[in-house]
């Protein structure tokens, strides 16, 4: 395991026990607030009591969030086309991200891109990408999706090996530089709502699919998030043997 993989089980296994420590003595309180719900007399009181089941499941909600940050990853890898990924997640946010100042446009390398992934994982990266970018153009923007392919000549010895390249280019806020080494740490937000979780998976899952990111971010503003995940080698049966085509 690789250090910043080591810090995130260290930290998702504390986050893990503080949410079970939490959870049983918020249960109780739930149960008796309901009690006092119930069989109060006062109206006043079981006004009150209400609120606390309200806040109660609130953090409930925090928690649950936690867990699944800690929860480690368990990919299935599987045959992946990277293209059928993103357009489904662009289909996607433009349904659910309902901003009419904000544009958006995709080029699509005229090649499919096929890697060694987990489909639903992949989703993830792209989805808080396409949502970070979001979240970073309040005033309205454009967001652009870049897709190629890119050949890397190995170091000595080893073969050449082409990659997946998909970039994401906002008009957003930027980031500023002292911010920059920190975005990708559990728990950094900058976001009055934000969990800050969001970029730790997303390196993870990067990480799990022997890939990059980087972020390059303007003092003008703007922000690009450049992805690469190695392409499969199509004649190379050592790698497809044990992978489900679908
Ligand atoms: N596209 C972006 N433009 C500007 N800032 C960004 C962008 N993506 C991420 N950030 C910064 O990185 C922080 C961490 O992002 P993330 O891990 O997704 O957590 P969250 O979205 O909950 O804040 C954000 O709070 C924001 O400051
Ligand atoms: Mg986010």
């Known amino acids: 395991m ?7 089980t260290a930290i998702g296994d504390l986050a893990a026990n503080i949410a079970h420590e939490i959870r049983n003595p918020l249960g109780s309180i739930e149960l008796f607030a309901s009690l006092i719900m119930k069989e109060g007399r ?28 800690a929860r480690e990853l368990n990919p299935v890898m599987k045959r992946v086309n990277l293209l059928g990924v993103l357009r489904e997640i662009v289909a996607f946010a ?7 100042n904000i544009s958006f446009s995709v080029s699509y390398a005229d090649v499919d ?20 970018a979001y979240q ?16 890397r000549r190995g170091e000595e010895g080893k073969s050449q090996q082409s990659y997946a390249d998909v970039s994401f280019v906002d008009t957003g806020t930027g980031i500023p530089p002292e911010n920059i080494q920190r975005i990708f740490n559990p728990f950094f937000t900058t976001r009055e709502k934000g969990a800050g979780i ?34 499969m080698r199509e004649y190379d049966t050592g790698l497809s043997r044990n992978i489900k085509v679908g």
């Open 94 to 100: 433009q349904d659910i991200i309902e901003k009419e």
């Open 113 to 132: 891109l096929y890697v060694e992934g987990d489909t639903e994982l992949l989703k993830q990266v792209f989805l808080n990408l396409v949502l970070n």
């Open 42 to 69: 006062d109206e006043k009181v079981r006004n009150r009591a209400s609120q606390i089941i309200r806040s109660v499941r609130n953090v409930d909600t925090t928690l649950s969030n936690l867990l699944l940050f």
């Open 198 to 231: 969001g970029l730790a998976i997303v390196h993870n899952i990067v990480d799990v699919h022997g890939g990059t990111i980087d972020v390059e971010s303007g003092k003008t503003g703007g922000t690009v998030f450049h992805v690469t995940f190695p392409l």
């Open 2 to 8: 690789n250090k910043r993989a080591e810090t995130l």
């Open 136 to 151: 970073a153009m309040p005033d309205g923007g454009h967001l652009h999706i870049e897709t190629k392919r890119s050949e």
